[in-house]
């Protein structure tokens, strides 16, 4: 199904993941409106949609102030006189482990990843909802989010803060039509050129080559294209009754998340004490914890070969 006449707004969208959910949308047919913080990268990208036929605006501003999100919708209102897509892209890194984390490397990731998605959503939303036309809201959520990450302590609580305000968002905007689904990407970026362990995917994918299969389909590892599908298909009349979801994609993969759920329940007269729980705590959960963090499977000899020749 076409996205012709629609109109999107792409944060972060100047390269990488961003530009890849941009390009596409302007493929099916909408009128994108990209953003960036640096002027030369946004143009690249607006001129990357239009050369092939697309049409696309540039709106240069950081994500995070209300006054950036504003700037956003009235662009893509100035421009094509609508808004019917937001897809919420934008965001930086500020790795370090917890005891070496400021609050400035904190504060600064909370602020674009967590606070510009909200002032977007919520710029967007009202407008959405005057337009009265329904509408489609795409978050970009992180498995660190749902699983956590070793030195990632803004990044996690950021993403995990963005499943969340999406099936809040759900709730609300269900009623105006809008949807609201949250995308969990894996793939090739910046951030994964310099880990040995994805070396031979990242060879293949600087020469134009497909991926070893190991890559795409037992560790769910692709190219910003393998999502971006996704993305469009989402911010698409057929997605109509998709919302308040979490959608893994990457490779020859897609998981549908589940919401959390409780994976045991037990009961015992007059409450859980301190005592109670000594006694019974390993007895009735012990079993069952959960794991925390993304653990990969050992590389095939092949690959392993090309990991330690880089």
């Known amino acids: 199904m076409s996205l012709d006449g629609k109109v999107a707004i792409v944060t972060g969208s ?29 143009d690249a990208a607006v001129a990357s949609i239009t050369e092939t036929g697309g049409t696309a605006v540039a709106v240069v501003a950081p994500v995070g102030p209300t006054e950036t999100a504003t700037q956003l919708v009235d662009a893509a209102f100035d421009n094509y006189g609508r808004l ?9 890194l500020r790795d370090k482990t917890l005891w070496k984390m400021t609050d400035e490397d904190f504060d600064t990731v909370i602020n674009v990843h967590l606070r510009g998605t909200f002032t977007c959503v ?12 329904g509408g489609r809201i795409v978050c970009i959520g992180s498995p660190t989010g749902q699983r956590g990450n070793f030195g990632q302590t803004n990044y996690a609580a950021a993403k995990a803060g963005i499943v969340g ?36 995917a990242m060879e293949a994918d600087a020469k134009g080559e497909p991926m070893p299969a190991f890559f795409r389909r037992d560790l769910g590892f692709g190219t910003s294209d393998d999502v971006a599908g996704l993305i469009a298909y989402l911010a698409s009349d057929s997605a109509a009754g998709v919302t308040g979801q979490a959608i893994g994609v990457g490779g020859d993969r897609m998981q549908l998340w589940s919401h959390p759920q409780p994976v045991v ?6 409450g859980w ?36 020749s880089e």
Not at 168 to 178: F, Y
Not at 265 to 270: C, E, F, I, L, S
């Open 265 to 270: 329940t037990a009961y015992r007269d007059g």
């Open 165 to 200: 305000m999406v099936r809040t968002w759900a709730l609300e905007l269900k009623k105006a039509g809008i949807t609201a689904n949250a995308v969990i990407p894996v793939a090739a970026t910046a951030m994964t050129e310099t880990i040995p362990y994805f070396a031979a």
């Open 84 to 92: 019917d897509i937001l897809v919420t892209n934008a965001g930086v």
């Open 14 to 42: 100047g390269r990488g993941l961003g530009l890849a959910y941009a390009q596409e949308l302007a493929r099916q047919g909408a009128s994108v409106v990209v953003n960036d913080v640096d002027q030369s990268t946004a």
């Open 273 to 308: 004490s301190y005592a109670a729980l000594n006694e019974s705590f390993d007895e009735e959960f012990g079993g069952s914890l959960q794991g925390v963090g993304e653990t990969f499977p050992p590389l095939p000899e092949e690959l392993q070969k090309t990991t330690e």
């Open 122 to 133: 919520r710029e967007a939303a009202v407008r959405m909802r005057e337009q009265a036309q």
